[in-house]
T-cell receptor, first 112, second 114 residues
Framework: GENVEQHPSTLSVQEGDSAVIKCTYS??????FPWYKQELGKRPQLIID?????GEKKDQRIAVTLNKTAKHFSLHITETQPEDSAVYFC???????????FGRGTSLIVHP | DGGITQSPKYLFRKEGQNVTLSCEQN?????MYWYRQDPGQGLRLIYY???????QKGDIAEGYSVSREKKESFPLTVTSAQKNPTAFYLC?????????????FGPGTRLTVL
């Protein structure tokens, strides 16, 4: 099965700084990599995803990069704002399945 | 936020009792999932179902049971055999068999054992 490792577990930044969260995966057949944001007490919601046929995808202040050779993908948030404070999860499906394996999450804290 | 609902939002259980958590979706999704979330543990898969009347165990199925009698509904029963059931439970759905599909989550049920 898939093994997904996510780092760091906690990330504290000042408002306006950039934040980067990285995930590694083990199954080279994996081809879909979503990122979910979960605010305190709320449900996880998809914020961006990338498929294995592209190396980078951007949506306003957030971007995701994928390195299939090294089997890692990263979430980049620029110009962070206090409302970006949340737990972020990465996920990757096993190559032979659509069931995703989630990373353990990163708690991002943006200080005003 | 519509499409997938869970009830109740908060649930308290005495030791030795079974409790059932409800999950309903109107997204016409074939696949449904139950996750358990503990602090620092991420999302751990309890059970999933790809089609009505069929379901499979996830990574932490012991002490839990499910049923899938209707496409829209996937209730989870936390039995007295579950030794540490206090947690936040999330239900999700997606299209079945689509490897690049997003999961949609319900708002969650927080279960506390008294």
């Amino acid at each position: 099965g898939e093994n997904v490792e996510q780092h760091p577990s906690t990330l504290s930044v000042q408002e306006g700084d950039s934040a980067v969260i990285k995930c590694t995966y083990s199954d080279s057949a994996s081809n879909y990599f979503p990122w979910y944001k979960q605010e305190l007490g709320k449900r996880p919601q998809l914020i961006i995803d990338i498929r294995s046929n592209v190396g980078e995808k951007k949506d306003q202040r957030i971007a995701v990069t994928l390195n299939k050779t090294a089997k890692h993908f990263s979430l980049h948030i620029t110009e962070t704002q206090p409302e970006d404070s949340a737990v972020y999860f990465c996920a990757a499906p096993s190559g032979g399945s659509y069931i995703p394996t989630f990373g353990r999450g990163t708690s991002l804290i943006v200080h005003p | 936020d519509g499409g997938i609902t869970q009830s109740p939002k908060y649930l308290f259980r005495k030791e030795g009792q079974n409790v059932t958590l409800s999950c309903e979706q109107n997204l016409n999704h074939d696949a449904m999932y139950w996750y358990r979330q503990d602090p620092g543990q991420g999302l751990r898969l309890i059970y999933y179902s790809q089609i009505v009347n069929d379901f499979q165990k996830g990574d932490i199925a012991e002490g839990y049971s499910v049923s899938r009698e209707k496409k829209e509904s996937f209730p989870l029963t936390v039995t007295s055999a579950q030794k540490n059931p206090t947690a936040f439970y999330l239900c999700a759905s997606s299209r079945a068999g689509v490897k690049t599909d997003t999961q949609y989550f319900g708002p969650g049920t927080r279960l506390t054992v008294l």
